[in-house]
């Protein structure tokens, strides 16, 4: 199938038109050489057998396994409103809205999903949304280090380590200083931040709830930076934001994040959906996309692309980013997930979320052989120490639970040790089955 | 039309959540609490899928009107592709698996796709690997640069200028700098290709990397590319293919035969994965060997047990571009298009593509102006300069395309043609729908003649007239306030 | 005071030792509706053709060149709330900065107004 409507006598007559002889000929001016000899691709099929072929490979995924993980990319429920709205035509078949007057369904959701995110992280503006938490994260430092004019980033280790990747590999070494703070435990090391903020740093980098999960107050380090002139950047998770202080409220600068965890499946790892939200004085320093109202002529109101001379269409080597569209899809994913919570339901599923992980971490720390700081305030996500956690972690597979995110592949100190997160979809039985599993392969040890 | 938020009413429930079934405990202390709930709007569920629906009727989309943006390659998005995107154990499957060699076990089926597809895509563009990480374009632009940069460096090559022709998309000098390097613009001559003698005065040992849209956005094949290529690697400059165009060689040039070295690909636009409205889409980027060490990590191996896992030991790799594959689910849709069209199928939609965008051109050659006389290849650039003698610009035909039931073509680009109207009508559409389109045009022709002020109203008695954009511009009003300023 | 022009259409009114500067009738009319300029740092110095601000209109960004170098001693903050004013008078209220010459050398670089006109008849 190729899905070309096209008859034989209507390309002949198309043919004519232009005045080639066939459809080769309408390539004549092209090298013969530089055609390829072969293409080394199977025949087409019909839907049926496709869908019977990737239905067989689908089965070799088992998803139906208990998630305990999260570190970024979390499992909860979506409201079936979300995919059956966003599963329209008329939001997944247009392109970025460059004609307004016949794109006001795309140009009015951004318009509301920069306002949420905005009251969701307590910032002025944000954009339309980029590609993901880590690459927000890595334009946010970019941004910050064109406001100030310094190349030094200070980031605490407790940052997503998929996140330091994705810097290490945005941020340019021969122009950008990155250095981290090792974490102190699970939390920050505030002695080693206060004594490295210099004249020539950019942006402190934190992350709140941080990766081992704990949540923390920043207004110190905050304090402290601006003093001297440095911004301070967040990255966050917008589901904790339910029910933690916002990032504005702290005074951050820049506030990043992922934002999948609002009504976007996990899709193995894509798409995802970055935001970046941050003063109203650094608007023309953002990158990306933004949606602002206006009126048509006689008054209505309704919604353009806006400050685009800071894009690359326009202003090309000197703009903000090389970014060119948003995860337009995924945010209006976002917006309706948050639409159909509303005010009242967001709060109880942030809490929901906390009170079962508590619930979780005081439940695991009475096994014997597990070892768990409690000491600590954390949202949804815990750390837990198990003895020869290589060994065991293959048998929790088994007992079909995903028993988190083994720490040692990020952290090498950090052996035997495992990020465990709750939400929402993890029931109370869920969580004392998972405790009796453990008990019961710790107790072979 | 109102706003969520002006619809919302106080107190009112929205979605009803489970009972708590574990006992509440204390909040978290005051200084990390936030007092007051997120001002959420709140709508019942019939409520908010009217607005969402009746919004969604505001926009064109390629499902309910032709959609000729030029260089985007609003092709078809056959219905397929969702539905197998929708199947659970996709969609579902948490990357986190990933994390752990013993997870791999549990996420056979998607590596096993992804291996396919990175293998379709090499095929496909004639290069040794290619990484499915960048998760759009321009994306996949910087990744090329970044590996561009570790290749010089590691070599030694002392590099500071990336070439790129004056007709480039803007994402490709602003990639060029976030990798650090300067761009270097060339003109395009008569002909509508890169001006092959300043070319050759501007490329010396100091450039990193020439970048080729090809064709170009003239929607021209540039005869002499693959001497540019070799002239480049005389000096030790990578060649650097941009993909935005490639559905007019689909199945019938390898761009890595022509002496490419890099090659990124956009699947939304070449391989049918759906826009979305601006995104998500995907931008994997394909190499030769001698780039192969650079590429970003992991990518996916297959064992001698036909085991699927990942591959992360270059101490070379750029490092990652995103957390883990790319944009899954787009990959998923672009794989599943190239499996269903197969070999056949794919080189039919060059063809077809290209057929349709001439015989739009030479429907239209005696009513607006062509920059260049000679044959396009998927997509062809037209000028409204005849019209602007009567006042009548690229945006007021867009305009009043949009009157007319049509969503207009990209307008004012490529920068170096005057009131550029870019038509990029796609291989799935119609004989028929491409004949009222030029009939509209046409008309558009003569208005500009004889009725100018009825192009410069446009669109007329359409749900909304133009925007102002200079006041959007001017108040910059990015979000909602309510009367409480909240 | 006399007036002088750039070829990239910025203009300089010289009284004594200082120049204010804006950009032509013929600039506003290329660029369209100003919506936005960033204005030069106070008190820094700028060389002459040294970027000295940045004019923005909805489609279009251009760098505006000190027609002479020299430091800046005012700035028009006017325009950051009502950037119209250069559209509506460029060469009068819609001035953008004052510097102070460094050396007057340099206006012999640049063009009177008949000059000017002749350069701009060069352009149609």
């Given at each position: 199938?190729?899905?070309?409507?096209?008859?034989?006598?209507?390309?002949?007559?198309?043919?004519?038109?232009?005045?080639?002889?066939?459809?080769?000929?309408?390539?004549?001016?092209?090298?013969?050489?530089?055609?390829?000899?072969?293409?080394?691709?199977?025949?087409?099929?019909?839907?049926f057998?496709?869908?019977?072929?990737?239905?067989?490979?689908?089965?070799?995924?088992?998803?139906?396994?208990?998630?305990?993980?999260?570190?970024g990319?979390?499992?909860?429920?979506?409201?079936?409103?979300?995919?059956?709205?966003?599963?329209?035509?008329?939001?997944?078949?247009?392109?970025?809205?460059?004609?307004?007057?016949?794109?006001?369904?795309?140009?009015?959701?951004?318009?509301?999903y920069?306002?949420?995110?905005c009251?969701?992280?307590?910032?002025?503006?944000?954009?339309?949304?980029?590609?993901?938490?880590?690459?927000?994260?890595?334009?946010?430092?970019?941004?910050?280090?064109?406001?100030?004019?310094?190349?030094?980033?200070?980031?605490?280790?407790?940052?997503?380590?998929?996140?330091?990747?994705?810097?290490?590999?945005?941020?340019?070494?021969?122009?950008?200083?990155?250095?981290?703070?090792?974490?102190s435990?699970?939390?920050?090391?505030?002695?080693?931040?206060?004594e490295?903020?210099?004249?020539?740093?950019?942006?402190?980098?934190?992350?709140?709830?941080?990766?081992?999960?704990?949540?923390?107050?920043?207004?110190?380090?905050v304090?402290?930076?601006?003093?001297?002139q440095?911004?301070?950047?967040?990255?966050?998770?917008?589901?904790a934001?339910?029910?933690?202080?916002?990032?504005?409220s702290?005074?951050?600068?820049?506030?990043?994040?992922?934002?999948?965890?609002l009504?976007?499946?996990?899709?193995?790892?894509?798409?995802?959906?970055?935001?970046i939200?941050?003063?109203?004085?650094?608007?023309r320093?953002?990158?990306?996309?933004?949606?602002?109202?206006?009126?048509?002529?006689?008054?209505?109101?309704?919604?353009?692309?806006?400050?685009?001379?800071?894009?690359?269409?326009?202003?090309?080597?000197?703009?903000?980013?090389?970014?060119?569209?948003?995860?337009?899809?995924?945010?209006?994913?976002?917006?309706?997930?948050?639409?159909s919570l509303?005010?009242d339901?967001?709060?109880?599923?942030?809490?929901?979320?906390?009170?079962?992980?508590?619930?979780?971490r005081?439940?695991?720390?009475?096994?014997?052989?597990?070892?768990?700081?409690?000491?600590?305030?954390?949202?949804?996500?815990?750390?837990?120490e198990?003895?020869?956690?290589?060994?065991?972690?293959?048998?929790?597979?088994?007992?079909?639970?995903?028993?988190?995110?083994?720490?040692?592949?990020?952290?090498?100190?950090?052996?035997?040790k495992?990020?465990?997160?709750?939400?929402?979809?993890?029931?109370?039985?869920?969580?004392?089955?998972?405790?009796?599993?453990?008990e019961?392969?710790?107790?072979?040890? | 039309?109102?706003?969520?938020?002006?619809?919302?009413?106080?107190?009112?429930?929205?979605?009803?959540?489970?009972k708590?079934?574990?006992?509440?405990?204390?909040?978290?202390?005051?200084?990390?609490?936030?007092s007051?709930?997120v001002?959420?709007?709140?709508?019942?569920?019939?409520e908010?899928?009217?607005h969402?629906?009746?919004?969604?009727?505001?926009n064109?989309?390629?499902?309910?009107h032709?959609?000729?943006?030029?260089?985007?390659t609003?092709?078809?998005?056959?219905?397929?592709?969702?539905?197998?995107?929708?199947?659970?154990?996709?969609?579902?499957?948490?990357?986190?698996?990933?994390?752990?060699?013993?997870?791999?076990?549990?996420?056979?089926?998607?590596?096993?796709?992804?291996?396919?597809?990175?293998?379709l895509?090499?095929?496909?563009?004639?290069?040794?690997?290619?990484?499915?990480?960048?998760?759009?374009?321009?994306?996949?632009?910087?990744?090329?640069?970044?590996?561009i940069?570790?290749?010089?460096?590691?070599?030694?090559?002392?590099?500071?200028?990336?070439?790129?022709?004056d007709?480039?998309?803007?994402?490709?000098p602003?990639?060029?700098?976030?990798?650090?390097?300067?761009?270097?613009?060339?003109?395009?001559?008569?002909?509508?290709?890169?001006?092959?003698?300043?070319?050759?005065?501007?490329?010396?040992?100091?450039?990193?990397?020439?970048?080729?849209?090809?064709?170009?956005?003239?929607?021209?094949?540039?005869?002499?590319?693959?001497?540019?290529?070799?002239?480049?690697?005389?000096?030790?400059?990578?060649?650097?293919?941009?993909?935005?165009?490639?559905?007019?060689i689909?199945?019938?040039?390898?761009?890595?035969?022509?002496?490419?070295?890099?090659?990124?690909?956009?699947?939304?636009?070449?391989?049918?994965?759906?826009?979305g409205?601006?995104?998500?889409?995907?931008?994997p980027?394909?190499?030769?060997?001698?780039l192969?060490?650079?590429?970003?990590?992991?990518?996916i191996v297959?064992?001698?047990?036909?085991q699927?896992?990942?591959?992360?030991?270059s101490?070379?790799?750029?490092g990652?571009?995103?957390?883990?594959f790319?944009?899954?689910?787009?990959?998923?849709?672009?794989?599943?298009?190239?499996?269903?069209?197969?070999?056949?199928?794919?080189?039919?939609?060059s063809?077809?593509?290209?057929?349709?965008?001439?015989?739009?051109?030479?429907?239209?050659?005696?009513?607006?102006?062509?920059?260049?006389?000679?044959?396009?290849?998927?997509?062809?650039?037209?000028?409204?300069?005849?019209?602007?003698?009567?006042?009548?610009?690229?945006?007021?035909?867009?305009?009043?395309?949009?009157?007319?039931?049509?969503?207009?073509?990209?307008i004012?680009?490529?920068?170096?043609?005057?009131?550029?109207?870019?038509?990029?009508?796609?291989e799935?559409?119609?004989?028929k729908?491409?004949?009222?389109?030029?009939?509209?045009?046409?008309?558009?022709?003569?208005?500009?003649?004889?009725?100018?002020?009825?192009?410069?109203?446009?669109?007329a008695?359409?749900?909304?007239?133009?925007?102002?954009?200079?006041?959007?511009?001017?108040?910059?009003?990015?979000?909602?306030?309510n009367?409480?300023?909240? | 005071?006399?007036?002088?022009?750039?070829?990239?259409?910025?203009?300089?009114?010289?009284?004594?030792?200082?120049?204010?500067?804006?950009?032509?009738?013929?600039?506003?009319?290329?660029?369209?509706?100003?919506v936005?300029?960033?204005?030069?740092?106070?008190?820094?110095?700028?060389?002459?053709?040294?970027?000295?601000?940045?004019?923005?209109?909805?489609?279009a960004?251009?760098?505006?060149?000190?027609?002479l170098?020299g430091?800046?001693?005012?700035?028009?903050?006017?325009?950051?709330?009502?950037?119209?004013?250069i559209?509506?008078?460029?060469?009068?209220?819609?001035?953008i900065?004052?510097?102070?010459?460094?050396?007057?050398?340099?206006?012999?670089?640049?063009?009177?107004?008949?000059?000017?006109?002749?350069?701009?008849q060069t352009?149609?």
């Open positions: 199938m190729n899905y070309i409507p096209h008859t034989e006598d209507e390309i002949k007559e198309m043919l004519g038109t232009i005045g080639a002889s066939s459809l080769d000929d309408l390539f004549s001016e092209i090298d013969k050489s530089f055609f390829s000899k072969s293409f080394n691709l199977s025949e087409g099929r019909s839907e057998e496709l869908f019977e072929y990737l239905k067989k490979i689908a089965a070799k995924n088992d998803t139906s396994l208990i998630n305990l993980s999260g570190g990319f979390y499992d909860h429920y979506i409201p079936a409103v979300v995919d059956k709205l966003t599963s329209r035509s008329e939001f997944y078949t247009p392109y970025t809205p460059y004609q307004p007057e016949c794109s006001q369904g795309t140009l009015q959701s951004i318009y509301e920069q306002t949420l995110i009251r969701l992280t307590g910032m002025d503006v944000t954009n339309a949304s980029v590609y993901d938490g880590g690459t927000a994260l890595a334009e946010g430092i970019i941004m910050a280090s064109r406001i100030t004019k310094r190349k030094k980033v200070i980031i605490d280790s407790a940052l997503n380590p998929l996140y330091q990747k994705i810097i290490r590999t945005y941020l340019n070494p021969d122009f950008y200083q990155i250095m981290i703070v090792d974490s435990g699970y939390g920050l090391n505030r002695k080693k931040f206060l490295l903020l210099d004249s020539d740093t950019a942006a402190v980098v934190f992350q709140n709830p941080n990766f081992f999960g704990k949540i923390d107050d920043y207004s110190d380090l304090k402290a930076a601006h003093e001297k440095i911004l301070t950047i967040l990255s966050t998770y917008p589901i934001l339910g029910l933690l202080k916002s990032p504005g702290f005074g951050f600068d820049i506030v990043t994040g992922e934002a999948q965890c009504g976007n499946q996990l899709n193995f790892g894509g798409p995802l959906l970055g935001f939200a941050i003063r109203k004085k650094y608007v320093q953002l990158p990306g996309r933004i949606v602002g109202a206006t009126e048509d002529k006689v008054g209505r109101r309704g919604f353009v692309l806006t400050l685009q001379t800071r894009e690359q269409h326009i202003r090309r080597n000197k703009a903000t980013s090389n970014i060119c569209t948003n995860q337009n899809l995924s945010a209006i994913k976002a917006l309706i997930y948050l639409a509303g005010k339901g967001f709060r109880k599923l942030s809490k929901m979320n906390y009170f079962k992980a508590q619930f979780a005081k439940a695991l720390a009475q096994i014997d052989k597990i070892k768990i700081d409690l000491n600590y305030p954390i949202f949804n996500e815990f750390v837990i198990i003895e020869n956690l290589g060994q065991l972690y293959p048998k929790i597979l088994e007992k079909d639970f995903i028993p988190g995110i083994p720490l040692a592949q990020f952290y090498p100190e950090m052996k035997n495992l990020l465990i997160c709750i939400t929402e979809k993890i029931s109370k039985q869920d969580i004392l089955k998972f405790k009796s599993i453990l019961s392969i710790t107790y072979l040890i | 039309m109102k706003l969520i938020f002006e619809k919302s009413t106080f107190d009112r429930e929205g979605f009803k959540l489970p708590l079934d574990v006992p509440e405990c204390k909040l978290p202390t005051d200084n990390l609490l936030e007051k709930k001002n959420l709007p709140q709508v019942g569920e019939l908010l899928v009217r969402y629906t009746n919004l969604s009727k505001l064109y989309c390629l499902d309910s032709f959609y000729p943006l030029g260089s985007c609003m092709k078809y998005n056959p219905k397929i592709l969702e539905t197998i995107a929708g199947f659970e154990s996709f969609s579902n499957l948490t990357p986190n698996l990933s994390l752990s060699k013993k997870g791999f076990k549990y996420i056979q089926g998607s590596l096993a796709l992804l291996f396919q597809l990175q293998n895509l090499t095929e496909i563009t004639g290069t040794s690997k290619v990484t499915l990480q960048p998760l759009a374009g321009a994306q996949g632009e910087l990744t090329g640069m970044l590996m940069k570790a290749y010089h460096q590691k070599k030694n090559n002392q590099k500071k200028y990336v070439i790129v022709p007709t480039s998309h803007g994402t490709n602003a990639s060029v700098a976030m990798a650090g390097y300067e761009s270097i613009s060339i003109p395009t001559g008569p002909e509508g290709q890169m001006d092959l003698k300043i070319f050759k005065e501007k490329l010396t040992d100091e450039v990193a990397a020439v970048i080729m849209t090809c064709p170009n956005t003239l929607g021209i094949f540039n005869t002499q590319i693959k001497q540019i290529c070799d002239l480049a690697h005389q000096k030790d400059v990578l060649t650097y293919y941009d993909g935005a165009n490639l559905n007019a689909l199945g019938k040039i390898k761009p890595a035969e022509l002496g490419f070295d890099i090659v990124h690909l956009n699947l939304h636009k070449t391989f049918s994965a759906p826009h409205g601006g995104g998500p889409g995907a931008g980027v394909g190499v030769v060997d001698k192969v060490p650079f590429l970003p990590e992991p990518y297959k064992d001698k047990n036909d699927f896992s990942l591959y992360q030991q101490p070379d790799s750029i990652k571009v995103a957390p883990f790319g944009n899954f689910q787009v990959l998923l849709k672009a794989l599943t298009y190239i499996l269903i069209l197969g070999k056949e199928g794919l080189e039919k939609v063809e077809i593509a290209v057929l349709n965008a001439n015989y739009i051109m030479e429907s239209l050659k005696d009513y607006y102006q062509l920059p260049f006389r000679r044959r396009c290849m998927h997509e062809c650039v037209i000028s409204a300069q005849k019209q602007k003698e009567k006042g009548i610009s690229a945006l007021n035909i867009a305009k009043y395309l949009i009157q007319e039931g049509i969503h207009p073509p990209t004012y680009f490529p920068l170096i043609v005057k009131e550029a109207m870019m038509i990029e009508p796609t799935t559409e119609s004989k729908t491409l004949d009222q389109f030029i009939q509209i045009m046409k008309k558009a022709a003569k208005l500009a003649k004889e009725s100018p002020q009825t192009l410069k109203q446009a669109p008695n359409f749900i909304f007239s133009r925007f102002d954009e200079v006041k959007a511009a001017r108040n910059q009003n990015l979000k909602y306030k009367n409480n300023n909240e | 005071m006399s007036i002088y022009y750039t070829k990239n259409h910025e203009w300089a009114k010289v009284e004594d030792n200082i120049a204010m500067v804006g950009i032509t009738e013929y600039a506003v009319s290329q660029l369209g509706d100003v936005f300029i960033n204005l030069p740092e106070s008190e820094k110095s700028y060389k002459q053709d040294e970027t000295l601000a940045e004019i923005e209109s909805v489609k960004a251009s760098d505006i060149y000190s027609p170098s430091k800046v001693t005012e700035l028009n903050s006017k325009l950051d709330n009502s950037p119209e004013t559209n509506n008078s460029p060469e009068t209220k819609g001035w900065a004052k510097i102070e010459i460094i050396n007057s050398d340099e206006i012999n670089k640049l063009m009177n107004k008949e000059q000017y006109q002749q350069h701009l352009l149609k």
